[in-house]
T-cell receptor, first 114, second 115 residues
């Protein structure tokens, strides 16, 4: 079974600072995928970034990067130069080779202060 | 051009009623899902269909019955609604059923409130 743990219920960051959102995972699957989704106050789920377990390089998408440390089973999201619009809930999720369903963490509520 | 759409966006109903939520995707995806987000924001999969075939059926009360008339549609019918069914229900779709990047595109969600 897969499990995702996000240990930061809430984070407060000053605008323009970089922020790291923590995510650790547990799985016995040799192949899996890791995702980050953003959920603003309007409620929709927005895909941010994906990392495959066999990808050699850390994924990057604009201001988002994923700090993937396979041995430590962590997949932290790094947002550079944070903006007020980054205030939202952020969910880490994984999909395993066998289960083929997204398993979500508890989420981290990020607040960017001006 | 809405990729994954759900209707209605809000649903307020009395305990014991039966209600349906509709989902449509215009992405040409093979796989569709229903997720439930509870009051603590925790998201959990309920069902998954691949090419109209039920693939995943998590431990969900049988009052919940999904129906997929075609690949582009996955509806959720709920019988005898209970207070605990109050949540946001998300429909999602993905391109393929299998390994690899399988990004799921989510609909806007349906907020169900049972009084």
């Amino acid at each position: 079974a897969q499990k995702i743990t996000q240990t930061q219920p809430g984070m407060f960051v000053q605008e323009k600072e970089a922020v790291t959102l923590d995510c650790t995972y547990d799985t016995s699957d040799p192949s899996y995928g890791l995702f980050w989704y953003k959920q603003p106050s309007s409620g929709e789920m927005i895909f941010l970034i994906y990392q495959g377990s066999y990808d050699q390089q850390n994924a990057t998408e604009g201001r988002y990067s994923l700090n993937f440390q396979k041995a430590r089973k962590s997949a932290n999201l790094v947002i550079s130069a944070s903006q007020l619009g980054d205030s939202a809930m952020y969910f880490c999720a994984m999909i395993g080779q066998g289960a083929q369903k997204l398993v979500f963490g508890q989420g981290t509520r990020l607040t960017i202060n001006p | 051009d809405t990729a994954v759409s759900q209707t209605p966006k809000y649903l307020v109903t009395q305990m014991g009623n039966d209600k349906s939520i509709k989902c449509e995707q215009n992405l040409g995806h093979d796989t569709m899902y229903w997720y439930k987000q509870d009051s603590k924001k925790f998201l959990k999969i309920m069902f998954s269909y691949n090419n109209k075939e039920l693939i995943i059926n998590e431990t969900v009360p049988n009052r919940f019955s999904p129906k997929s008339p075609d690949k582009a549609h996955l509806n959720l019918h709920i019988n005898s609604l209970e207070l605990g069914d109050s949540a946001v229900y998300f429909c999602a779709s993905s391109q393929v059923w299998g390994s690899g990047k399988n990004e799921q595109f989510f609909g806007p969600g349906t907020r169900l409130t049972v009084l």
